[in-house]
């Protein structure tokens, strides 16, 4: 039997994922259930956590069920991802035995792994989730690491709560932001993804070329522009693109051609500083929604007059992880449930 794993929105069919909102929806009416009555999760954490812990682990509590956190190499053996690599460094144990044996405890497996931020070409390739995916018995979910297929889910009913359910022809707006480090692409590909997923009219606003998605994102939305409509424009013109927006969607990222090489690319980043969600921006747009995955540097990549507006959904957004991601569990622990099938 094949096990179904939540590694990227792409993997599900849009009735799939619809099927996993329209479960959130109910979750976010009454928060209690049995749904994962005797059921457990195994949370690894390579990397810290807030919103992503607290909504998983409480979302299992309220299911009936029990998580386990673990952060490898602190509370947990540090874990060796190469294949057939001779295990004689920091690494105690190989993730072939890490996933196969979890797998025979819990009833879940969910993976928090960012990036090395080194070397593109190998982040690009997403190992450490992977691996999980391939030793595991049972069902992994992506916390995040080159994606955030999770934070995908909670913007979209973010967006239908304020919006309405049908977000086709939507001007959407996923603006690059300064801040003083180069951060994860994963956010800002999965936003990329599930607007021209719900078929909206996406705009793409970064400094400059070296600021575009990896072409595998960029390809997966103008495939999902020609299945569900929408549009997709790329732009580094700010007026024009917050023109008339519907949803202006911040987050920051680094430039994948100065991966590893992050001082040449400071000058460049430090010079678009005016890339801020202001007030300015905001009243260019069709009495735009803005939201961010969160945390967020407040007067750095928005002010505060943006986040404290009434529309600043940002909180709506970060309340419905809480939903999707038991959706989520109770899905993928007992198939059929609120998935679709």
Not at 76 to 82: G, R, V
Not at 136 to 158: D, F, G, K, R, Y
Request: glycine share 6%.
């Amino acid at each position: 039997m094949n096990t179904r794993h939540f590694l990227s929105t792409q993997d599900w069919s849009r009735s799939d994922l619809d099927g996993l909102l329209d479960k959130a929806r109910e979750f976010q009416r009454s928060k209690l259930g049995d749904e994962l009555q005797g059921k457990s999760i195994a949370l690894l954490f390579f990397n810290p956590s807030m919103r992503t812990r607290t909504s998983f682990e409480l979302g299992a509590h309220q299911l009936g069920g029990k998580a386990i956190v673990l952060a490898p190499g602190k509370d947990a053996w540090p874990i060796e991802f190469e294949v057939g690599s001779v295990m004689d460094g920091e690494t105690e144990e190989h993730i072939a035995e890490v996933a196969r044996v979890l797998s025979r405890y819990v009833d879940l497996i969910g993976v928090r792994a960012f990036p090395k931020f080194q070397d593109w070409t190998v982040d690009r390739e997403d190992r450490v989730i992977k691996a999980f995916a391939k030793y595991s018995t049972v069902p992994v979910i992506n916390m995040e690491t080159i994606t955030h297929p999770c934070q995908e889910l909670a913007h979209i009913m973010a967006l239908q709560q304020h919006l309405g359910p049908d977000l086709k022809r939507r001007k959407y707006v996923l603006t690059w932001t300064y801040h003083p480090k180069p951060l994860n692409t994963a956010v800002a590909n999965s936003a990329l993804q599930i607007a021209t997923r719900y078929g909206m009219d996406v705009t793409l606003l970064c400094p400059t070329e070296e600021y575009l998605l990896d072409p595998r994102y960029m390809e997966f939305a103008r495939q999902n522009v020609a299945e569900n409509g929408g549009s997709l424009t790329v732009s580094h013109d700010i007026e024009s693109a917050y023109r008339d927006a519907d949803v202006v969607y911040a987050k920051s990222w680094g430039a994948i051609p100065y991966f590893g090489r992050w001082e040449q690319e400071k000058p460049i980043r430090d010079a678009h500083q005016h890339f801020i969600v202001d007030e300015a921006k905001m009243a260019l747009t069709n009495n735009g929604l803005f939201s961010h995955c969160l945390p967020l540097r407040r007067n750095v990549k928005a002010t505060d007059a943006v986040m404290d507006s009434p529309s600043c959904i940002a909180i709506d957004e970060a309340e419905n992880r809480l939903h999707v991601q038991k959706a989520l569990m109770a899905s993928l622990a007992r198939p059929g449930v609120g998935s679709g099938e």
